[in-house]
């Protein structure tokens, strides 16, 4: 029997996972990574102790956490339900270092995707590395997007259910492991996973879906910014793009490029953040028309087929919910591209990721610069 290790938040997406994997055959083992990260407004919860040793496994310490707790609970329970082995991993210290890029991403004027890093360096980098340890084949998750057999051996593609297609937080994925990964539910869509969850009578059935990210459970991302760099002063002046100073704000830590709502300046019409400068901890604003982009530059690529050194036609997206815009993707060596957009792309924000599509098969990436 083929031994797979599957990521276990709680929620209905892994639980399915867990349960479609069963049905096919395969011997799964259910993880779930603990990051110990505190929500503010909640009580020391009581430790879940990891599952008596798999003959093969190591599991490691477990740490206390706030909102994971109850998840993690939830996780143990679907997996005695379905009879599968379920372990607790201790990811505290590279949470950590996850966290640490997070807010200095924002105290530089950035925005940045934590979930790209998550998946790049401990779901299918760190649970790769559990996976060895324990004789497993493959390491599977939730995530709605699918593993294909492409013209140059496996491609990573768009999910079915387009409303939950999470490839675009998966390009940075080493292509090596493209044949080792699995995502069980690409083929289908939500209402199909809460369908069979219902059927099977998982309790995750109906539960509503997760945060945006685990670690910032009330997902005030300014609030969790300043509790880690409490005595750094980012606040500054509002200025507009012709150098008009028209308010103050609280810190840079609290916008993005693209932001309409929390400006808190009443000019008569619609302003978006169109820069951050944070040697200056200025935010400057204007006209939406002011956000349009016809170009950025990529660095930190990583491509899911053979690396690029001529330019190509691809479908870009700027962000996770954005569509993505026709353009010309012209490589830059093997770390950087630059992206010509066929028509004007609003909203581009440096430390998000440039995402390269054609068609449904994701082709790479790499974070705007």
């Known amino acids: ?18 349960w479609l994997l069963r049905e ?61 082995p379920f372990y607790v991993l201790n990811f505290q210290e590279e949470f950590g270092q996850l966290i640490e890029y997070f807010v200095q991403e924002y105290l530089s004027g950035r925005t940045p995707n934590p979930c790209i890093v998550c998946n790049q360096k401990l779901k299918f980098g760190k649970l790769f590395d559990y996976a060895d340890t324990i004789g497993a084949e493959y390491v599977a998750t939730g995530h709605y997007a699918r593993i294909l057999p492409a013209p140059d051996g496996l491609g990573l593609y768009r999910g079915v259910d387009e409303t939950k297609d999470q490839s675009y937080v998966l390009f940075g994925v080493p292509r090596n492991r493209l044949s080792r990964m699995l995502f069980p539910l690409g083929n289908y869509r939500k209402a199909e996973i809460r369908r069979w969850a219902a059927e099977a009578g998982l309790q995750a059935a109906n539960k509503p879906e997760s945060q ?21 002063d980012t606040s500054g002046p509002i200025v507009t793009t012709d150098g008009q100073v028209v308010g103050q704000h609280p810190g840079i830590e609290h916008f993005t490029i693209g932001q309409r709502k929390g400006l808190r300046v009443a000019l008569g019409e619609r302003r978006f953040v169109v820069r951050i400068e944070p040697q200056t901890c200025t935010v400057v604003i204007g006209a939406h028309e002011e956000l349009a982009r016809t170009d950025l530059i990529a660095a930190g690529a990583n491509w899911l087929i053979p690396p690029p050194d001529q330019p190509f036609e691809a479908e870009v997206k700027i962000r996770y919910r954005t569509p993505a815009v026709p353009a ?24 998000q990721a440039a995402v390269c599509y054609q068609g449904d098969r994701l082709l790479g990436g790499g974070w705007i610069q």
Do not use: N, W
């Open 328 to 351: 010309v993707v012209q490589p830059m060596g093997l770390d950087l591209f630059q992206v010509r957009f066929h028509r004007p792309c609003y909203g581009v924000a440096p430390g």
């Open 24 to 84: 096919q055959g395969y011997e799964v083992i259910g993880v779930f990574m603990r990051h110990g990260v505190f929500a503010p407004s909640e009580a020391d919860p009581a430790p879940i102790d990891a599952a008596p040793s798999h003959p093969a496994a190591h599991p490691g310490k477990t740490a206390k956490t706030c909102c994971s707790a109850a998840d993690a609970t939830d996780a143990r329970r679907v997996a005695d339900r379905l009879g599968i």
């Open 212 to 232: 945006e990210i685990c670690f910032v459970p009330d997902q005030d991302h300014a609030r969790f910014v300043r509790e880690r760099r409490p005595d750094l």
């Open 1 to 18: 029997m083929v031994r797979v290790v599957l990521a276990m938040s709680g929620g209905v997406d892994s639980t399915t996972a867990a």
